[in-house]
């Protein structure tokens, strides 16, 4: 999926709720995200499609080759639902602590190892994305310690550094 540039402010639970609240609503997103100037044949290039309900595909009125938007992206080979990839993907973007697998399988009735799976995929194509950005100028760091006396000490936020 491409990096969408970020326009205005984070979208709260509620917005995301009703915004996200049907499957449609979250394959249409993702079709948005993966084709931002529409549809585009991975075979031919063509630029018309139709959606196949049993396949749960699109396909290309061209060449008839069958694509999802998942192709390409975190999501891919993946059966899960769009609906349940959005929603794991805003629980962990949500709070800046992340989430844990525990509580992704809690919050999205899931099993233990299907959150594990959809967690290290995200978490994953967060830090793929990161890689890319250097820090530069002055850099500021909440309760993090660097350097200071090497032992002996109280240990966290009690710590006097000289």
Known sequence: MKSAKYKGKPMSFMEFAEKFATEEACRQKVFEARWPDGFVCPKCGGRKCCFVTRRN????NKCKHRTTPKVGTLMEDSPLPYK???????LVAA???GISAMALKRQLHLSYKTAWYLLHRIREAMGN???KYLLQGIVELDDSYFGGPKGGGKRGRAVNTP
Do not use: F, S, V
């Open 57 to 60: 595909a699109y396909q290309c």
């Open 84 to 90: 349940t990839w959005l929603w794991a993907i805003y």
């Open 95 to 97: 709070d800046k602590r």
């Open 129 to 131: 994305r990161d890689e």
